[in-house]
C-alpha cells in the first residue's frame, strides 16, 4: 500500500508540473487549445481522488483485519461447551 500511496504523490507531482507547463505556455503568447487546459486541470484532481480513495481503502482494510482479530479472540474465549 505505500508503493501505491508513493506512485500516486509522483503522478500528482508530475500533474502539477503539466499545470504549470501550460501556464507557462500561455504566459509567454504561444497557443494553447482547450484540450491542453482541461487535461492540465483535471490531471492533478484525478491524483487528489487518487490518494482519497487509497487512504479510504487502506483505512477499511484496517478495520476489518482489527474486527476479524477480534471475533477470533472473543470465539475462542468460549471455551468448550
Do not use: C, D, Q
Not at 505505500?2 to 504523490?9: G, Q, R
Not at 501556464?23 to 484540450?35: K, L, R
Not at 487546459?37 to 484532481?45: N, S
Amino acid at each position: 500500500m505505500e508503493t501505491a500511496k508513493k506512485n500516486i504523490k509522483i503522478y500528482g507531482v508530475l500533474s502539477a508540473a503539466a499545470l504549470l507547463t501550460v501556464v507557462a505556455v500561455a504566459a509567454t503568447g504561444h497557443p494553447v487549445n482547450p484540450f491542453m487546459w482541461v487535461r492540465a486541470i483535471l490531471l492533478p484532481f484525478v491524483a487528489v481522488l487518487l490518494h482519497r480513495l487509497t487512504v479510504a481503502i487502506r483505512a477499511h482494510r484496517r478495520r476489518s483485519a482489527g474486527g476479524a482479530a477480534r471475533r477470533r479472540t472473543v470465539a475462542g474465549s468460549r471455551g468448550p461447551t
